[in-house]
Structure formats: structure tokens, C-alpha cells
């Protein structure tokens, strides 16, 4: 069974402190994104990768940064996480556009709730 | 601002009863796709319909797009205590760019 695998699905952090959030796929997938849900406010794309070493910002970028040195692995850091950073990231993954069918459809984890004290 | 808003925010059915919930969407788009996120999960893919297509149909699903009104629907017939989840739809703004944004979504409460 393909999937997306969030290495937690609950953390608790402080104020400043740096945080790592994992995202693993099996399923060969290039594009890989980090969106946070918030109530009221959806999704919000935080960044995405389309290949190995390839990052673009999305549309809430500020106090993210992310990795991706192998195809299968996305992280996501907070380099100094703030109280308005409590919230739910999910992470997700798709083929290329193109490359094969169900290109577009996104393949989710089961999400990581984060909460910053 | 959101590309795409889902109406109503919440709705209340009983079992049997269809639900129909609505997206609408503010620039040209190649697809549109509707997900389900049950409480405190993941999102998960129900359906796709492409920009030149104007309805698809899966299972109990029917989606519904109009590109002149830049909306589209989301029918679920004869609905379950499973269907209560949370609703979005999502657009692709064009090839290639691999971004996809989301709605606000629709909370769908079937009761038993």
C-alpha cells in the first residue's frame, strides 16, 4: 500500500527552539509539498519541491525552510518556532505532470499537529 | 487569497439524504479535484474533472464544473454516517507548476 509517512503526529515544542518535521514517500514521486491547515484559513502551500535538491516557495514561506536531498525524503524546519507557527502540517506527494496518470492527484500523510509554548 | 471557496462551510444531513456542497474558483484552470479529510487526518483524492469536462461521476460522487461561472459541485447521493468528514476542492492554476490550492472546505455531518 503506497504512502506518505509524517515521522510524528504530535509534538510539542518551546518558543525559539528548532524544529524538524520529516516526510517520507514510497512511491517514486518528484513533487513533494508542505501545507499548513489552519481553522477557517484551509490550505496553505508553506513550499514544494519538484525534483532532488529543488525547492520553490509557495505562498506562506516566511519562518520555513525545507530539504530534500533524497526523492523519497521532504523535510520541513522552523528555525526558531513561534507560537503562531501551532498548527497542522501535512505533507504531500504526486508524480510529475505528465509522466504517468493520476499526475496530478496529491497523496497525503496523516498530518503532524505541532504545538509551540 | 483563496483560489478556491467551498459553500456552505457546514452542513447537516441525514442518512439517505444527498449533500451537495459548492466550489468556486477565481483564475482559468486545467483540473479541479475534490478530497475528503476525516477528523484530524489527512486529506485523501475522491474525484478529478478536467477543465474541458462538465460533469464525472464516481461511484456516489458527482462532480459538476462550469468554467464560464468558475465553480464547480460536489454531489454525495444517498449519504452515510461514513461520508462526515471535511470537503475541499483544489485547482492546478496551469501546467507545470505543480502548485495546487485548496479551499476552505465544507464540513459534512451525516447523522444516523
Known amino acids: 500500500d503506497v504512502k506518505v509517512t509524517q515521522s510524528s503526529r504530535y509534538l510539542v515544542k518551546r518558543t525559539g527552539e528548532k524544529v524538524f518535521l520529516e516526510c517520507v514517500q514510497d512511491?517514486?514521486?518528484?513533487?513533494m509539498f508542505w501545507y499548513r491547515q489552519d481553522p477557517g484559513l484551509g490550505l496553505r502551500l508553506i513550499y514544494f519541491s519538484y525534483d532532488v535538491k529543488m525547492k520553490e516557495k509557495g505562498d506562506i514561506p516566511e519562518g520555513y525552510s525545507v530539504s530534500r536531498e533524497k526523492k523519497e525524503r521532504f523535510s520541513l524546519i522552523l528555525e526558531s518556532a513561534s507560537t503562531n507557527q501551532t498548527s497542522m502540517y501535512l505533507c504531500?506527494?504526486?508524480?510529475?505532470?505528465?509522466?504517468?496518470?493520476?499526475?496530478?492527484?496529491?497523496?497525503f500523510g496523516a498530518g503532524s499537529r505541532l504545538t509551540v509554548l | 487569497s483563496q483560489q478556491g471557496e467551498e459553500d456552505p462551510q457546514a452542513l447537516s444531513i441525514q442518512e439517505g439524504e444527498n449533500a451537495t456542497m459548492n466550489c468556486s474558483y477565481k483564475?482559468?484552470?486545467?483540473?479541479l479535484q475534490w478530497y475528503r479529510q476525516n477528523s484530524g487526518r489527512g486529506l485523501v483524492h475522491l474525484i478529478l474533472i478536467r477543465s474541458n469536462e462538465r460533469e464525472k461521476h464516481s461511484g456516489r460522487l458527482r462532480v459538476t464544473l462550469d468554467t464560464s461561472k468558475k465553480s464547480s459541485s460536489l454531489l454525495i447521493t444517498a449519504s452515510r454516517a461514513a461520508d462526515t468528514a471535511s470537503y475541499f476542492c483544489a485547482t492546478d492554476l496551469k501546467e507545470g507548476t505543480y502548485k495546487y490550492i485548496f479551499g476552505t472546505g465544507t464540513r459534512l455531518k451525516v447523522l444516523a
Open positions: 512511491m517514486d514521486h518528484e513533487n
Open positions: 504531500a506527494s504526486s508524480p510529475r505532470q505528465g509522466t504517468r496518470s493520476g499526475a496530478n492527484v496529491l497523496t
Open positions: 483564475t482559468s484552470i486545467n483540473n
